[in-house]
């Protein structure tokens, strides 16, 4: 399948000058999204993933569908101010602004086998926010899955050491 051709570019969105990658497109799609749902779970087949944490807001969706297919936990990671329980927090910056996680304190336990789900991998600032909470909390990394790569963003230097996967990748901006 030809998950590219599922994907709607949106220019100057959220800002001038960013040509955002809309997931809705291939969300609405059910033949597409349990292929993409298949292709993780292959991916990470057998290695004893018992939480999945994803990124507020897209990667919510793609995270919560593999935790339950995975039979394991799903650990949101939120903005601040959005969870009410005690909380760690961590900064980061993306390609247009800054920002910040929270994930409560207590979500992930020493030795949980973690994978992180994300919609997008563009300068790594949020994923590699989300493997600072992790191992902030003790889990040991399992891998990062992402529907959409922008390569030619350099974001994968910022997770050298862990094993990832991109389904759809942009070399360049188009």
Excluded: W
């Excluded at 059910?30 to 993409?36: Q, S």
């Amino acid at each position: 399948m030809e998950l590219k051709d599922k994907i709607r570019t949106i220019p100057h969105f959220p800002k001038k000058g960013v040509m955002f990658k809309d997931i809705t497109t291939l969300l609405r799609d059910p033949h597409a999204l349990r292929y993409v749902i298949r292709e993780i779970m292959h991916y990470f087949d057998g290695k004893g993933i018992n939480i999945v944490a994803s990124a507020e807001s897209r990667g919510f969706i793609l995270g919560a569908i593999l935790a339950h297919e995975l039979h394991a936990g799903f650990v949101p990671l939120r903005k601040p101010g959005k969870l009410p329980y005690k909380t760690i927090k961590q900064e980061f910056i993306t390609e247009y602004s800054k920002d910040a996680f929270e994930v409560h304190e207590d979500a992930i336990e020493k030795g949980d086998n973690v994978l992180i789900v994300d919609d997008l991998l563009a300068t790594g600032g949020t994923a590699k926010a989300a493997v600072d909470l992790v191992e902030k909390l003790g889990g040991d990394i399992i891998g990062l899955a992402f529907l959409i790569e922008l390569s030619f963003l350099k974001g994968r230097e910022k997770l050298k050491g862990h094993d990832i996967l991109a389904l759809i990748d942009y070399d360049k901006e188009e």
